[in-house]
């Protein structure tokens, strides 16, 4: 008798044995979905295993409800990484694998390909004046758009185009015969003109290395300072590997980040191209899975979970940004994609490139164990000039004064020498305390106990930690004074600012409470990159990936919360900021001027980063990190819990520690339980027990060993637990 195993979304360890259906014979392949009552209802699961034992006796086995797949969703690839990340970060398989579907295929929505569709005009709408439809303004806006496109624009197109109700009006100008529509497999980029600039000869170099190693896995770190032109290394071996008929996965930190990025794919390659973003549609992101999986998609492009995208066969995997923290999951299934993605790449046989011009230590660290292969691109794809670095003390600055007068000037002459500059503040709102003077009331968040940030606009009180709102209160609810006073400053002060010190500039706000709704970001993005003469300010959104022509100035106001932190990763995380931010400067033809606004201007690490550059910087603080015996000299894993009330936190915890002291030796260390460095968010305490060793594999087996008992303890019931391995946030 077979007996099917299952993977079922639960938080238990295990999977679930079946029978095979009462009405059919016919056999199960792993991989494809299945209903099966589970408790006392039916859930969806995916079979993982066929065996003829299991540990339950038969009598108490139930038969599976329903087939839904005749075909299996899931390859054994996907299937043997799924347990390997199960087993890796210790969750529960069954919600790995339903990580790795697409919402729809959680539910019992069939695995077909919806078409998509092309429209375009017919000779009859080929020849309409759109002038003639000024009463029917939407239908004059698509017939205009259509005619400019005599190929046709596909869905996404006309979302981003078009107005809002496209469809509606596109089946008015169907049935007036002035639009048809076809269906297309997938729809493939518009042609556009190809751009392909001829290497230089680090670029060619390091392209070369790559495809010569198409056929093996090989970890490469692509080292090349911002504007050194990792891009068109990545389009280059990309172009090579599509040729072979194999398919490239590129994943990047933000896709609405990086439109430039995707335009830059667009224009090179005329294949059919999938992207995952979080704003398309279920239904949307079915189709492009199954594009995907069935090998029509030739280049996918995504975010932290495209990493999970089914491939028909997969040639290259390419994670730009490799340093940034985007790619670790920081709730519920705790991965990091990018440690998935050289997994993946082992397992599938074919090279994969880390890119970044800050890599982070981990990676440096394996080069340095000649585990993965270095590529440096040492110089500017178009300017010879590297930026240069000037570091402002402002110690002696008056607290509300927020620029220094070197900093003043210098936006003065660049404004004037038709340049722009981008001030960089990592902070958004208008102040981050509201303050009594009278009394020393300030506004907090309850659910937090932190300060709520002043959002002077909109006239909110805002928590950034949890989201609550309030509006701005204007007497003080302590001693009814009526003066209230911000403190500190966000990106709207200074852009206030600005805007007295600069009057007739136009300043470019970028950060999330500017672009929020949909098409914003590309708007600021565009009058960006349109204007001289103007001011950008913004937070680390600024900092990634954007390629802004004009910026030649860069002014970083507050350089300094990263020196202190108890965080062990806040310097690298800071230098990493620093040297992006300061990236965004001279990438055209203006050499860049960097300014650097501290408190601490003989800060060593500071010094070093700006005379000697990241490389270096990355070297001292891995030796550092030896000597402090910390990541990634040593393996760390977070064990998080919060609830209500702390002693159930307390509780949990302890009763962990327990658990592991039993079963571990001298080496491994359990440190806590202590509140976390954010004791209590949205009305929840919160703990922490730190697991570390200098053997990974000793922690993966008390992993292990612990995690399933830990989870069916009766004290695990009163809290919300995770299991962090690989933290990247621990204090
Ligand atoms: P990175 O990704 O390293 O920041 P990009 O690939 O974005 O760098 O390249 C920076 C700029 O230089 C882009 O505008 C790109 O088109 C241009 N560029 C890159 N390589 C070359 C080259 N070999 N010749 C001319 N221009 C190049
Ligand atoms: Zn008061
Ligand atoms: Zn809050």
């Excluded at 891995?622 to 977070?638: D, G, N, S, V």
Aim: charged letters at 20%.
């Amino acid at each position: 008798m077979s007996i099917y195993r299952v993977a079922i979304p639960s938080p238990l360890y295990r999977l679930f044995d079946y029978l095979p259906p009462l009405n059919s014979a016919s056999p199960i392949h792993p991989g494809s979905r299945v209903k099966v009552p589970f408790g006392r209802s039916y859930r969806i699961g995916v079979v993982l295993e066929q065996t003829n034992q299991s540990s339950v006796i038969f009598a108490k086995l139930k038969p599976i409800a329903n087939i839904i797949d005749s075909t299996p969703i899931l390859s054994s690839e996907l299937i043997n990484l799924a347990h390997w990340a199960s087993d890796y970060y210790h969750h529960p398989i069954g919600e790995v694998i339903s990580t790795l579907l697409p919402p729809a295929l959680r539910k019992e929505k069939p695995a077909t390909l919806k078409p998509s569709f092309i429209w375009s005009v017919t000779s009859t709408g080929a020849n309409i004046q759109p002038d003639t439809l000024h009463k029917a303004i939407h239908q004059q806006h698509i017939i205009t758009l259509l005619q400019q496109q005599p190929a046709g624009l596909n869905q996404e197109e006309l979302k981003s185009k078009g107005p809002e109700n496209w469809r509606s009006v596109i089946k008015t100008l169907i049935k007036k015969g002035w639009v048809h529509a076809a269906t297309t497999a997938i729809p493939t980029p518009a042609t556009q003109q190809n751009v392909t600039h001829k290497l230089n000869e680090e670029q060619q170099q390091a392209s070369n290395a790559i495809i010569s190693a198409c056929n093996t896995f090989k970890v490469f770190a692509l080292d090349g300072i911002t504007g050194s032109g990792k891009t068109e290394v990545y389009l280059e071996a990309i172009e090579h590997i599509i040729q072979t008929g194999r398919q490239a996965l590129v994943l990047v930190p933000e896709i609405g980040l990086t439109p430039q990025l995707l335009n830059r794919f667009k224009a090179r390659f005329q294949v059919p191209m999938a992207i995952l973003h979080s704003a398309i549609s279920d239904g949307e992101r079915l189709n492009t899975w199954l594009q995907a999986a069935n090998g029509q998609a030739h280049i996918v492009i995504g975010t932290r979970s495209a990493i999970f995208t089914p491939l028909l066969s997969p040639g290259i995997i390419i994670i730009d940004e490799e340093h940034d923290l985007s790619y670790k999951q920081q709730d519920g299934f705790r991965y990091s994609a990018r440690d998935i993605a050289v997994r993946r790449a082992q397992g599938a046989n074919i090279p994969i490139v880390l890119g970044s011009a800050t890599l982070s230590l981990e990676t440096l660290y394996n080069v340095s164990k000649q585990r993965y292969v270095s590529l440096k691109l040492t110089q500017r794809a178009k300017t010879a000039r590297l930026s240069c670095y000037h570091i402002v003390d402002i110690r002696n600055l008056r607290s509300t004064q927020l620029l220094s007068s070197e900093a003043c000037t210098a936006i003065q002459t660049h404004l004037e020498a038709q340049g722009q500059a981008l001030v960089f503040l990592n902070r958004r709102g208008y102040a981050p305390i509201l303050l009594c003077h009278q009394c020393g009331w300030n506004a907090v968040c309850t659910r937090c106990e932190k300060p709520l940030t002043l959002h002077q606009k909109s006239a909110r009180l805002r928590c950034h930690h949890c989201g609550a709102e309030h509006p701005v209160t204007q007497t003080c609810p302590s001693c009814t004074n009526k003066e209230l006073n911000p403190i500190g400053a966000g990106t709207e002060k200074i852009n206030e600012t600005l805007k007295q010190r600069f009057p007739g500039i136009n300043i470019i706000r970028i950060d999330r409470d500017t672009t929020r709704r949909k098409g914003e970001m590309e708007k600021l993005l565009e009058q960006a990159a349109a204007g001289n003469k103007s001011i950008l300010v913004g937070t680390q959104m600024l900092a990634k990936g954007h390629d802004f022509p004009n910026i030649s100035l860069v002014v970083v106001l507050d350089a300094d919360y990263g020196f202190f932190s108890p965080d062990f990763r806040a310097s690298e995380r800071l230098a990493q900021l620093l040297i992006q931010v300061a990236g965004r400067a001279g990438r055209a033809e203006r050499p860049g001027e960097i300014i650097i606004q501290t408190h601490h201007p003989e800060h060593p690490l500071l010094k070093q980063l700006v005379t000697k550059g990241y490389s270096a910087f990355a070297q001292t603080e891995l030796k550092e990190r030896q000597k402090a015996q910390l990541p990634p000299y040593l393996f760390i894993a977070l064990l998080r819990a919060e609830a209500i009330r702390y002693e159930h936190v307390e509780v949990f915890l302890q009763q962990a520690k327990k658990q592991f002291q039993q079963q571990t030796d001298e080496t491994t260390d359990i440190l806590g339980p202590v509140p976390a460095p954010m004791p209590k968010r949205a009305g929840h305490y919160r703990g922490q027990l730190l697991v570390q060793s200098p053997h990974r594999q000793k922690l993966q087996t008390l992993l292990r060993t612990c995690i399933p008992t830990i989870a069916e303890e009766k004290t695990a019931r009163k809290v919300r637990w995770s299991i962090d391995v690989d933290t990247q946030d621990v204090y």
